[in-house]
Protein backbone atom coordinates (compact mmCIF):
# COMPACT_ATOMS: atom_id res chain seq x y z
CA UNK A 1 0.00 0.00 0.00
CA UNK A 2 1.35 3.75 -0.59
CA UNK A 3 1.77 5.49 1.95
CA UNK A 4 0.62 9.02 2.20
CA UNK A 5 3.48 11.50 0.73
CA UNK A 6 3.17 8.98 -2.08
CA UNK A 7 -0.91 9.51 -2.00
CA UNK A 8 -0.68 13.02 -1.66
CA UNK A 9 2.09 13.36 -4.56
CA UNK A 10 -0.50 11.13 -7.30
CA UNK A 11 -2.88 13.69 -6.19
CA UNK A 12 -0.58 16.39 -6.51
CA UNK A 13 0.49 15.56 -9.81
CA UNK A 14 -3.03 15.45 -11.40
CA UNK A 15 -3.17 19.47 -10.70
CA UNK A 16 -6.31 19.07 -8.44
CA UNK A 17 -8.27 22.96 -8.65
CA UNK A 18 -7.94 24.06 -5.16
CA UNK A 19 -11.55 23.07 -4.04
CA UNK A 20 -10.69 19.44 -4.67
CA UNK A 21 -7.41 19.11 -3.56
CA UNK A 22 -9.18 21.11 0.27
CA UNK A 23 -11.80 18.23 -0.24
CA UNK A 24 -9.30 15.73 -0.55
CA UNK A 25 -7.35 16.77 2.65
CA UNK A 26 -10.67 17.23 4.70
CA UNK A 27 -11.95 13.66 3.49
CA UNK A 28 -8.67 12.33 4.45
CA UNK A 29 -8.72 14.05 8.33
CA UNK A 30 -12.57 12.53 9.02
CA UNK A 31 -11.66 9.13 7.70
CA UNK A 32 -8.44 9.34 9.78
CA UNK A 33 -10.40 10.16 12.94
CA UNK A 34 -13.09 7.73 11.98
CA UNK A 35 -10.92 5.14 11.75
CA UNK A 36 -9.01 5.93 14.91
CA UNK A 37 -13.01 5.98 16.59
CA UNK A 38 -14.26 3.08 15.27
CA UNK A 39 -10.68 1.03 15.59
CA UNK A 40 -9.47 0.67 11.80
CA UNK A 41 -6.84 1.53 10.19
CA UNK A 42 -5.88 5.18 9.98
CA UNK A 43 -3.84 5.60 7.62
CA UNK A 44 -5.68 2.93 5.52
CA UNK A 45 -8.59 4.93 5.62
CA UNK A 46 -6.84 8.55 5.43
CA UNK A 47 -5.05 7.46 2.07
CA UNK A 48 -8.95 6.35 1.07
CA UNK A 49 -9.97 9.30 1.85
CA UNK A 50 -6.99 11.43 -0.08
CA UNK A 51 -7.03 9.89 -3.26
CA UNK A 52 -11.06 9.26 -3.17
CA UNK A 53 -11.80 12.03 -6.26
CA UNK A 54 -7.88 11.30 -7.98
CA UNK A 55 -9.62 10.52 -10.98
CA UNK A 56 -12.32 13.32 -11.01
CA UNK A 57 -10.54 15.75 -13.13
CA UNK A 58 -10.72 12.67 -15.73
CA UNK A 59 -13.77 11.79 -15.01
CA UNK A 60 -16.36 14.94 -14.56
CA UNK A 61 -17.75 13.97 -18.19
CA UNK A 62 -18.65 11.13 -17.73
CA UNK A 63 -19.85 10.09 -13.44
CA UNK A 64 -20.09 6.67 -14.24
CA UNK A 65 -16.44 6.37 -14.43
CA UNK A 66 -15.61 8.40 -11.40
CA UNK A 67 -14.22 5.78 -8.77
CA UNK A 68 -13.55 3.11 -11.30
CA UNK A 69 -10.97 4.75 -13.04
CA UNK A 70 -9.24 5.40 -10.26
CA UNK A 71 -7.34 1.76 -10.60
CA UNK A 72 -6.26 2.81 -13.94
CA UNK A 73 -4.58 5.83 -12.42
CA UNK A 74 -3.23 4.23 -9.35
CA UNK A 75 0.43 2.01 -9.21
CA UNK A 76 -0.30 -1.28 -9.24
CA UNK A 77 -1.04 -2.65 -5.61
CA UNK A 78 -1.49 1.07 -4.15
CA UNK A 79 -4.66 0.54 -2.76
CA UNK A 80 -6.17 -3.09 -1.49
CA UNK A 81 -9.36 -4.12 -2.85
CA UNK A 82 -11.62 -2.91 0.18
CA UNK A 83 -10.58 0.73 -0.48
CA UNK A 84 -10.81 0.38 -4.27
CA UNK A 85 -14.46 -1.00 -3.69
CA UNK A 86 -15.07 1.85 -1.03
CA UNK A 87 -14.08 4.45 -3.53
CA UNK A 88 -15.73 2.67 -6.09
CA UNK A 89 -19.17 2.73 -3.75
CA UNK A 90 -18.71 6.40 -2.92
CA UNK A 91 -20.33 7.26 -5.73
CA UNK A 92 -22.98 4.13 -6.23
CA UNK A 93 -25.39 6.64 -7.74
CA UNK A 94 -23.32 6.43 -11.08
CA UNK A 95 -21.16 3.30 -10.56
CA UNK A 96 -24.14 1.13 -9.18
CA UNK A 97 -21.31 -0.34 -6.83
CA UNK A 98 -22.94 -0.93 -3.87
CA UNK A 99 -22.03 0.46 -0.66
CA UNK A 100 -21.76 -2.76 1.83
CA UNK A 101 -18.86 -2.02 4.21
CA UNK A 102 -18.09 0.13 7.36
CA UNK A 103 -15.18 1.30 5.20
CA UNK A 104 -17.86 2.11 2.48
CA UNK A 105 -20.32 3.86 4.48
CA UNK A 106 -17.22 5.85 6.24
CA UNK A 107 -16.08 7.40 2.75
CA UNK A 108 -19.72 7.99 1.59
CA UNK A 109 -20.17 9.88 4.82
CA UNK A 110 -17.41 11.56 5.49
CA UNK A 111 -16.58 12.76 2.10
CA UNK A 112 -20.21 14.13 1.70
CA UNK A 113 -19.64 15.86 5.29
CA UNK A 114 -16.75 18.03 4.10
CA UNK A 115 -19.03 20.08 1.58
CA UNK A 116 -21.45 20.94 4.14
CA UNK A 117 -19.09 21.88 7.10
CA UNK A 118 -16.85 24.09 4.51
CA UNK A 119 -19.71 25.88 3.52
CA UNK A 120 -21.23 26.55 6.80
CA UNK A 121 -17.54 27.85 7.73
CA UNK A 122 -17.40 30.05 4.99
CA UNK A 123 -20.27 32.04 5.91
CA UNK A 124 -19.62 32.02 9.67
CA UNK A 125 -17.39 35.00 10.76
CA UNK A 126 -15.51 32.92 13.03
CA UNK A 127 -15.12 30.67 10.83
CA UNK A 128 -14.43 26.73 12.23
CA UNK A 129 -14.18 27.91 15.53
CA UNK A 130 -17.18 27.76 17.51
CA UNK A 131 -18.66 25.48 15.11
CA UNK A 132 -21.46 22.97 16.77
CA UNK A 133 -23.43 19.55 15.04
CA UNK A 134 -26.25 21.46 16.11
CA UNK A 135 -25.48 24.20 13.39
CA UNK A 136 -24.15 21.81 11.13
CA UNK A 137 -27.65 19.80 11.19
CA UNK A 138 -29.50 23.41 10.97
CA UNK A 139 -28.31 23.62 7.33
CA UNK A 140 -28.58 19.85 6.77
CA UNK A 141 -32.76 20.89 6.73
CA UNK A 142 -32.06 23.67 4.43
CA UNK A 143 -32.02 21.86 0.71
CA UNK A 144 -30.61 25.11 -0.53
CA UNK A 145 -27.62 25.80 1.56
CA UNK A 146 -24.79 23.69 -0.15
CA UNK A 147 -27.46 22.09 -2.29
CA UNK A 148 -24.83 19.42 -4.11
CA UNK A 149 -24.68 18.07 -0.91
CA UNK A 150 -25.78 14.86 -0.61
CA UNK A 151 -27.35 14.25 2.92
CA UNK A 152 -28.54 11.18 2.78
CA UNK A 153 -25.18 9.99 2.28
CA UNK A 154 -23.84 12.02 5.68
CA UNK A 155 -26.33 9.97 7.44
CA UNK A 156 -24.91 6.39 6.76
CA UNK A 157 -22.45 7.29 9.05
CA UNK A 158 -24.97 5.30 11.32
CA UNK A 159 -24.41 2.46 8.88
CA UNK A 160 -20.64 2.89 9.70
CA UNK A 161 -21.06 2.69 13.40
CA UNK A 162 -21.68 6.61 14.90
CA UNK A 163 -24.72 8.30 15.43
CA UNK A 164 -24.68 11.70 13.97
CA UNK A 165 -24.32 13.90 16.42
CA UNK A 166 -21.06 11.79 17.36
CA UNK A 167 -20.14 11.96 13.77
CA UNK A 168 -20.86 15.76 13.30
CA UNK A 169 -18.38 16.34 16.57
CA UNK A 170 -15.61 14.51 14.92
CA UNK A 171 -16.40 15.37 10.92
CA UNK A 172 -15.95 18.98 12.79
CA UNK A 173 -13.04 18.59 14.81
CA UNK A 174 -10.90 17.23 12.11
CA UNK A 175 -11.37 19.48 9.78
CA UNK A 176 -10.68 22.04 12.50
CA UNK A 177 -7.91 20.11 12.43
CA UNK A 178 -6.67 21.36 8.19
CA UNK A 179 -8.31 24.11 8.71
CA UNK A 180 -5.70 26.48 8.07
CA UNK A 181 -4.44 24.61 5.11
CA UNK A 182 -7.95 24.40 3.32
CA UNK A 183 -8.85 27.58 3.55
CA UNK A 184 -11.11 27.73 6.20
CA UNK A 185 -9.34 29.17 9.24
Not at 114 to 120: Q, R, Y
Request: one cysteine or more; glycine letters at 8%; hydrophobic letters at 50%.
Amino acid sequence: MIDRASALALVLAEHPNPGLLAHGRQTEAVMRALAERLGHDPELWGVTGLVHDLDYPRTAADPARHGLALREALPEGALPEEALYAIAAHNDEHTGVAPQSAFDFALRAAESVTGIISAAALVRPDRMNGMAPKSIKKKMKDKAFAANVRRANILECEKAGLSLDEFLTLAIAAIAGVAAETGLA
